[in-house]
Every structure is written in structure tokens, then in C-alpha cells.
């Protein structure tokens, strides 16, 4: 079995590097450990609810808009559908003490909407506005007509902080909370999130806001049709387990988890970075580089509920709830609501997110999915009970919540095979090595949400950068124009 390439990992940044490339010509494999291609991006069945995992909603979908754009190119669009949010309201803001805060669809109307609710802070609104536009122009990957000269990098994660930047415009502590209440998408406390990081997640949601009809499984079923298609040999369940490389330092293969050697002569990584270094023989990596990879942060960890409404309400039709906590406790206690499925007939299931501290499931560390000690069990049915209160508290129109089931950091790393199951992979922050989609070796590459962005957004983009230095920049962007 000899390749051009094989990519690791069939997450949104895997299925686009294999279609990229399988597109361009290239003989290509795909090894995903788990059992099923995306399974982040799939979802599951209880009773009558499909509850989507990790995908809910997008920015970029509108016509002609980037995320818009790259499906068109990767060969998904006729198989996807888009249902647009609530252009009054895609996100609420529920505080206590105040009335509901919602971000309408588009940037002028968000402007409008944000000077009306906080008088005397007009400059800082456009100042901050202008700042997210001027961020997300740069990268040549989120805007077309950027240049591509510099340094190469073409997503660059340092500069200044988001705390920073909001502080030279505002000291209003709620417009400052408002601004950094889409930090949940990313994982990362606006102390310590570079502003390039925030403008390129939430620039593209200030445009435009979609779900796909039949959620995060239709997207994995679109890109599984495509893989087809295109003739991509899928080896499923097994993941890869070694990087293999000649005396003279060349890859020339992987070796899979059931003894399976897959031989290439190019590799996409899209895992979490720092298993990379457990992959690869002592030698091939600069000790330094090893080192930053395997020290490299998880994004906040999480405990997820999925439940069902106990009255018909249309509270998450189109739109997602952030209830935050008191002003004092920053967004540490932000519980994010959706619905379960945001495709047009979703019914009364929802999906909740809350942050939970660093190390909260650490006890528990040694245990694996299936197998876990009650106590575990205690830990999550008393989270689950506090965050159900919370929630019929801010939410009362739901009418209260059944659990259906729920999810730990423990899950997530399980599920997603990553070292410790932040949400959203690698945390991103300043004053940190952020993976670059090269490596020291050539035809090396490093893909996913942990070397551009979080977001189906950022993990597709990534594939398309890693697949740049493949097939040439300007020409994988001339073609993603051509699909305007
Ligand atoms: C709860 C939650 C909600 C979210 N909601 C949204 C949302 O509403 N909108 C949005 O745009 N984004 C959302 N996201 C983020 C988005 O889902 C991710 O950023 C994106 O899907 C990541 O794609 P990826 O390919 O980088 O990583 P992954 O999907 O994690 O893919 C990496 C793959 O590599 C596999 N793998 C690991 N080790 C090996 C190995 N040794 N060999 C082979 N395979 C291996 C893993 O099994 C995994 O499938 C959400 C994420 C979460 C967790």
C-alpha cells in the first residue's frame, strides 16, 4: 500500500487536507482511530433527539463567504444544506440584573444595536469593530484579496491580548464582558487569547450565522460521500502509531495500531500536536521543538449536558443562550445553550457547555470510558443537578430539564484521543509556541483546530493551509475564488 500522502486523523482539518489533495491528483489515504470518520462532528441518538457534539453553528456560510466558499471547493456544497439563524438574535446574553443582550446578524445592525445599549461608547464600538475587520483582512486564507508576502506563517497567534485591546478602548466592565463572551468558542480567557485569535473566530459570525440541516452528521456524511468519490482509502479504527522514516531522515511511511505499515511519501498530522513527538524517533525533531510540543496548554476543559426540555418552546430555534454568571466572576460561570439539533424542525433538546476548572476530573484520570469508578458518576450527576438549575433559573420558558446524558474533559480526550481533552484541542495563547502547519521534515505536515483555530471554520482553513505549501498558495486560493 504506497501513497502520495497520507493524512492522520478524519476530523473536519483531515477530510479537507485528503480532499484537497485527492483533488489535486494525488494518491491519497486516511487513518482515523476512531470507528467512524468525524466523530467530533457526528453527534449521537438518544430516543427521539440527534444531539450534534461539535458542531452547532458557524459564521462564513452566507453565499460567497469563506466557509461558503471552501465547501464549494472541496466538492460538499450540493450535498449541504444551510438554515440561517435569528437575524434579530443569533446569541443571547442573559446577565442577572439585566436585560437580555442580543447580537443581531450582520455588523452594521450589531454597531447600532451596541451604541444604543451603551451610550458614550460609540468610538470604543466602531474602534473595536473596525480592529476585528482590519484582523481578519490580513489572513490571506480568511480574505482572499490579502497578500500573501510575509512571513508565511499566514495565521499568526501573537500580538496583543484581547483584555488589552478591549482596555484601550473601554473600562465599561459589561461592554468589555459582552465583547469577550464569544471566548467559549475558543476556549481561551481574553487575558491570555491573542486578538487575531478572537477576530478571525468572531469576525465571521458578525457577517453571517447558519446551521446545516441535519447538524454536524450531515457535514460528516457530506465529506464521507466526497472521500468515495475521489477513490481516498480509508482505514478506520486503528489509529497511527509510529512515523516511519529511512537512515537518511526521509518519511516514508506509518505504522498503524494493528501492525498495518501504510507507506507515503507525505504526511498530514491533524492529531493534537504534542502526541506528535511520541511518533516520531528521537533524532528527528530539535529537542526544543519536541519540548514546546509537548508542553503545549489544552483550551478550557468542559462538562457538557445533553437533555430535553420539559415544555415546547421555541427559546433555542435559531438562536444560542450565554447565561453569565455575576459581573465580578468574568465569564468563569458562562453556561452556553443550544439546540440539540439546529437543522429547521430541531424540537426541545439542547446541549449546554460550562467551562470547568483546570484539573477538576484529574482523580479520575487513570479511568477510561465504560469504566469509571462511581464516584466519577456522583461528580457528574451533581454537576449536572447545579447546571440544571442554573439554567431553569436564566431560562425559565423551557419549562425545566431531563438529562439525557453528559460529558467531562475525561469523555472528550477519550473520545478524541488528545492528552487531556480541552475542549478545542491546543490552547492558543500568548506567550506559548502555537504549532506551525510545517515541520523540520519535509512533506510533514501539521493541520487542525491546533495550528490555525477552533471552529469547523478554523480546522478546515487549516487543511487548506497545510495543502497550500502542496499545491502552491495562490493557486488553491485561485481556485477558492473560482468557486465565488
Ligand atoms: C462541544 C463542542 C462544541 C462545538 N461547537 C462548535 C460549533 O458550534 N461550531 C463550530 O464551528 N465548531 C464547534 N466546535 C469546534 C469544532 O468541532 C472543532 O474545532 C473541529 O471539529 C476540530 O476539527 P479537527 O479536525 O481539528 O479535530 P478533530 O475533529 O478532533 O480531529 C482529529 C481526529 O484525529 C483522530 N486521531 C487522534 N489520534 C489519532 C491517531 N493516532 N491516528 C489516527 N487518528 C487519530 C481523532 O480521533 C480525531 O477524529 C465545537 C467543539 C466542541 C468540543
Not at 10 to 36: D, F, I, M, Y
Not at 65 to 91: N, Q, V
Not at 447 to 467: I, M, R
Request: aromatic content about 8%.
Amino acid at each position: 500500500m504506497s501513497y502520495d500522502w497520507l493524512v492522520i486523523g478524519g476530523g473536519a482539518s483531515g477530510l479537507t487536507a485528503a480532499t484537497l489533495l485527492a483533488q489535486e491528483g494525488h494518491r491519497v489515504a486516511l487513518v482515523e482511530k476512531n470507528p467512524c470518520l468525524a466523530p467530533l462532528l457526528r453527534g449521537f441518538r438518544r430516543g427521539d433527539f440527534h444531539f450534534d457534539t461539535g458542531f452547532h453553528y458557524t459564521g462564513g456560510l452566507g453565499r460567497g463567504e469563506i466557509l461558503d466558499l471552501f465547501f464549494r471547493c472541496l466538492g460538499l456544497s450540493e450535498r449541504l444544506r444551510t438554515t440561517p439563524f435569528d437575524l434579530t438574535g443569533f446569541d443571547r446574553v442573559r446577565e442577572p440584573g439585566q436585560a437580555e443582550f442580543a447580537f443581531p446578524v450582520g455588523e452594521e445592525r450589531l454597531e447600532e444595536r451596541l451604541c444604543r445599549e451603551f451610550p458614550g461608547q460609540e468610538r470604543a464600538i466602531s474602534g473595536y469593530l473596525a480592529e476585528v475587520r482590519r484582523a481578519c483582512a490580513v489572513h490571506p486564507y480568511l480574505d482572499l484579496e490579502a497578500p500573501l508576502a510575509g512571513s508565511g506563517t499566514f495565521f499568526g497567534l501573537e500580538g496583543t491580548s484581547l483584555q488589552e485591546m478591549l482596555s484601550r478602548w473601554t473600562d465599561h466592565p459589561r461592554l468589555q464582558r459582552l465583547f469577550s463572551v464569544h471566548t467559549l468558542l475558543y476556549g481561551v480567557p481574553p487575558e491570555e487569547a491573542p486578538f487575531s485569535l478572537h477576530a478571525s473566530v468572531v469576525g465571521p459570525y458578525y457577517q453571517s450565522v447558519h446551521g446545516l440541516v441535519g447538524g454536524g452528521l450531515a457535514l460528516a456524511e457530506a465529506f464521507a460521500a466526497r472521500l468515495t468519490e475521489l477513490g481516498i482509502d480509508i482505514f478506520l479504527g486503528r489509529g497511527a502509531q509510529e512515523l516511519l522514516f529511512t537512515p537518511a531522515g526521509t518519511l516514508r511511511g506509518a505504522r498503524l495500531e494493528d501492525g498495518t505499515i501504510v507507506e507515503t511519501r507525505g504526511c498530514v498530522a491533524t492529531l493534537h500536536p504534542a502526541l506528535l513527538p511520541g511518533m516520531v524517533p528521537e533524532g528527528v525533531f530539535r529537542p526544543v521543538y519536541r519540548r514546546r510540543l509537548l508542553a503545549l496548554e489544552d483550551s478550557l476543559p468542559a462538562f457538557t449536558l445533553y437533555g430535553v426540555c420539559r415544555k415546547a418552546n421555541s427559546l433555542l430555534h435559531g438562536r444560542n443562550i450565554f447565561l453569565l454568571g455575576n459581573l465580578e466572576n468574568g465569564l468563569d460561570d458562562t453556561i452556553y445553550l443550544t439546540a440539540a439539533d439546529n437543522g429547521p424542525a430541531s424540537g426541545s433538546g439542547l446541549v449546554a457547555i460550562a467551562p470547568l476548572p483546570p484539573g477538576a476530573t484529574d482523580r479520575w484520570k487513570d479511568s477510561v470510558t465504560g469504566r469509571r469508578p462511581p464516584e466519577y458518576e456522583a461528580y457528574k450527576a451533581e454537576q449536572a443537578a447545579h447546571l440544571v438549575r442554573r439554567i431553569e433559573e436564566g431560562c425559565p420558558e423551557l419549562g425545566g430539564i431531563k438529562v439525557t446524558a453528559t460529558a467531562t474533559a475525561l469523555t472528550m480526550r477519550d473520545y478524541l484521543h488528545t492528552p487531556r481533552g480541552g475542549l478545542y484541542g491546543v490552547r492558543h495563547r500568548l506567550g506559548q509556541y502555537n504549532p506551525q502547519r510545517r515541520t523540520r521534515v519535509a512533506n510533514l505536515l501539521l493541520a487542525g483546530q491546533g495550528v490555525a483555530a477552533p471552529g469547523v471554520l478554523g480546522a478546515v482553513l487549516s487543511g487548506f493551509l497545510a495543502c497550500g505549501d502542496v499545491i502552491g498558495h495562490e493557486q488553491l486560493r485561485e481556485r477558492v475564488k473560482a468557486c465565488r
